[in-house]
């Protein structure tokens, strides 16, 4: 990074989710940290966590240790962040003897790259001991530095959101540069495209093979190109596999592994006992609409603003925004999608508390009452939504009708 960067510029920036972590190892003995590379949970752990012992199993001479005598890392300390843990898994043996011997004296803070694989060995070993995170790229809040006010919140109120009118903030840098914390600083669009290519060829390629067998990284890039224009759609694994020349297998197994990577999500549809008729495959996101404007090759903003796919772009930064909100939740909240058999469609649907908050995501300045029929169809027939949110790239909150209001995406 440039030297002449000030020390004000490079500020660490607070995240959302620092606060409900640090409640968490107050109450629980090991906390677990995942999420995609890059996104910011090793520089989080140093600096809100400094008088914890840090160790990164990255290093080669800790990984070796680790392996051969785990319990010789946590002498002598009370409070241990073990990084990159996935690379170890038997060191989460010891990490339990450690909690049951010391009477869950020893905090640990366990953080890694990889989700599903590590969460089966951790959660045989750790049941009962450990309570899990998930941290996202940065959200547009966490960016500006203003994390204290959280206008997300205002949306579970029954009570009435007040009209404003604020600026307008355009969504499509947003969209090529994306929201990984080290792309914070650089503003130059050959720079960002840069970094995105080594993320993609270092830590997706270098990840892939310590996880597995990949046959052909070639073919895995396929696939991902394939998936990056369609995020934010319902995926037919047939059609893709005969698309790029694949076994369906293949591309099972590829897609599971993106999952274990945390680089993309799958969000389920939603049904209740009083809806019957619903489409039950999941959506897949990737997690930062940059990703994806990258592998589709959309380089700059005059082809992406014309880019056809840009609405699935513009759907999947929002959905990292709500996916991290429904995380701050305590419950979680849990996000859907809705589809009905007769293609009535609502983008996502948030459930927490027995409450329902259902949101369109359309890319226009002017939206009207046309927008937002589905939404207004779905709260008719679910009597637990609280109201529906249309969110669009204008620059007022305004009622659309008096049970769905519109915000501009970053007012979330």
Same mark, same amino acid.
């Given at each position: 990074?440039?030297?002449?960067?000030?020390?004000?510029?490079? $500020?660490?920036?607070?995240?959302?989710?620092?606060?409900?972590?640090?409640?968490?190892?107050?109450?629980?003995? #090991?906390?677990?940290?995942?999420?995609?590379?890059?996104?910011?949970?090793?520089?989080?752990?140093?600096?809100?966590? %400094?008088?914890?012992?840090?160790?990164?199993?990255?290093?080669?001479?800790i990984?070796?240790?680790?392996?051969?005598?785990?319990?010789?890392?946590?002498?002598?300390?009370?409070? #241990?962040?073990?990084?990159?843990?996935?690379?170890?898994?038997?060191?989460? /043996?010891?990490?339990?003897?450690? #909690?049951?011997?010391?009477?869950? $004296?020893i905090?640990?803070?366990?953080?890694?790259?990889?989700?599903?694989?590590?969460?089966k060995?951790?959660?045989?070993?750790?049941a009962?001991?450990?309570?899990?995170?998930?941290?996202?790229?940065?959200?547009?809040?966490?960016?500006?530095?203003? +994390?204290?006010?959280?206008?997300?919140?205002?949306?579970?109120?029954?009570?009435?959101?007040?009209?404003?009118?604020?600026?307008? +903030?355009? %969504?499509?840098?947003?969209? /090529? $540069?994306?929201?990984?914390?080290?792309?914070?600083?650089?503003?130059?669009l050959?720079?960002?495209?840069l970094w995105?290519?080594?993320? #993609?060829?270092?830590?997706?390629?270098?990840?892939?093979?310590?996880?597995?067998?990949?046959?052909?990284?070639?073919?895995?890039?396929?696939?991902?190109?394939?998936?990056?224009?369609?995020?934010?759609?319902?995926?037919?694994?047939?059609?893709?596999?005969?698309?790029?020349?694949?076994?369906? %297998?293949?591309?099972?197994?590829? /897609?599971?592994?993106l999952? +274990?990577?945390?680089?993309?999500?799958?969000?389920?549809?939603?049904?209740?006992?009083?809806?019957?008729?619903?489409?039950?495959?999941?959506? +897949?996101?990737?997690?930062?609409?940059?990703?994806?404007?990258? &592998?589709?090759?959309?380089?700059?903003?005059?082809?992406?603003?014309?880019?056809?796919?840009?609405?699935?772009?513009?759907?999947?930064?929002?959905?990292?925004h709500?996916?991290?909100?429904?995380?701050?939740?305590?419950?979680?909240?849990?996000?859907?999608?809705? @589809?009905?058999?007769t293609?009535?469609?609502?983008?996502?649907?948030?459930?927490?508390?027995?409450? &329902?908050?259902?949101?369109?995501v359309?890319?226009?300045?002017?939206?009207?009452?046309?927008?937002?029929?589905?939404?207004?169809?779905?709260?008719?027939?679910? %009597?637990?939504s609280? @109201?529906?949110? /249309?969110?669009?790239?204008?620059?007022?909150?305004?009622?659309?009708?008096?049970?769905?209001?519109?915000?501009?995406?970053?007012?979330?």
């Amino acid at each position: 990074m440039n030297k002449n960067h000030s020390n004000h510029e490079l $500020k660490y920036k607070k995240r959302l989710i620092g606060d409900k972590i640090k409640k968490a190892i107050d109450s629980f003995p #090991v906390v677990v940290l995942t999420g995609a590379r890059q996104v910011g949970k090793s520089t989080f752990l140093k600096e809100e966590f %400094p008088d914890f012992k840090y160790l990164n199993l990255d290093e080669f001479t800790i990984l070796e240790q680790a392996q051969i005598d785990p319990y010789s890392l946590w002498i002598g300390a009370e409070k #241990v962040i073990i990084d990159e843990v996935q690379k170890c898994p038997e060191i989460l /043996l010891a990490i339990k003897n450690t #909690v049951d011997i010391t009477q869950r $004296k020893i905090k640990f803070i366990l953080s890694g790259s990889s989700n599903l694989l590590l969460m089966k060995e951790i959660s045989e070993s750790l049941a009962g001991r450990a309570i899990y995170f998930e941290m996202f790229p940065m959200t547009y809040r966490e960016i500006t530095g203003n +994390i204290e006010k959280i206008n997300f919140l205002k949306l579970w109120q029954d009570d009435f959101i007040e009209e404003e009118t604020l600026e307008k +903030i355009n %969504p499509i840098p947003f969209i /090529l $540069k994306g929201f990984m914390p080290p792309l914070l600083y650089i503003n130059d669009l050959d720079s960002i495209l840069l970094w995105w290519e080594g993320y #993609v060829k270092t830590y997706l390629e270098r990840d892939l093979r310590d996880l597995s067998q990949i046959e052909n990284l070639l073919d895995f890039r396929k696939l991902m190109s394939v998936l990056a224009p369609i995020t934010g759609n319902i995926i037919n694994q047939t059609e893709i596999a005969r698309d790029i020349g694949l076994s369906q %297998p293949t591309v099972y197994r590829y /897609l599971k592994l993106l999952e +274990i990577l945390n680089i993309i999500r799958k969000v389920p549809a939603y049904f209740s006992s009083r809806i019957k008729r619903v489409i039950k495959s999941p959506k +897949i996101f990737f997690i930062d609409p940059a990703l994806c404007a990258y &592998l589709s090759e959309y380089h700059d903003e005059e082809t992406i603003k014309n880019a056809r796919e840009l609405g699935n772009f513009f759907e999947t930064m929002v959905f990292l925004h709500l996916q991290v909100y429904s995380e701050l939740l305590n419950p979680k909240g849990k996000l859907y999608y809705f @589809r009905s058999i007769t293609g009535k469609e609502v983008d996502f649907i948030l459930e927490w508390r027995r409450k &329902l908050l259902a949101f369109e995501v359309k890319l226009t300045e002017n939206p009207t009452i046309k927008d937002i029929k589905n939404l207004i169809d779905f709260i008719e027939e679910n %009597p637990d939504s609280i @109201r529906g949110v /249309l969110i669009y790239t204008g620059d007022s909150v305004k009622y659309l009708h008096s049970k769905v209001i519109a915000i501009p995406w970053w007012w979330l």
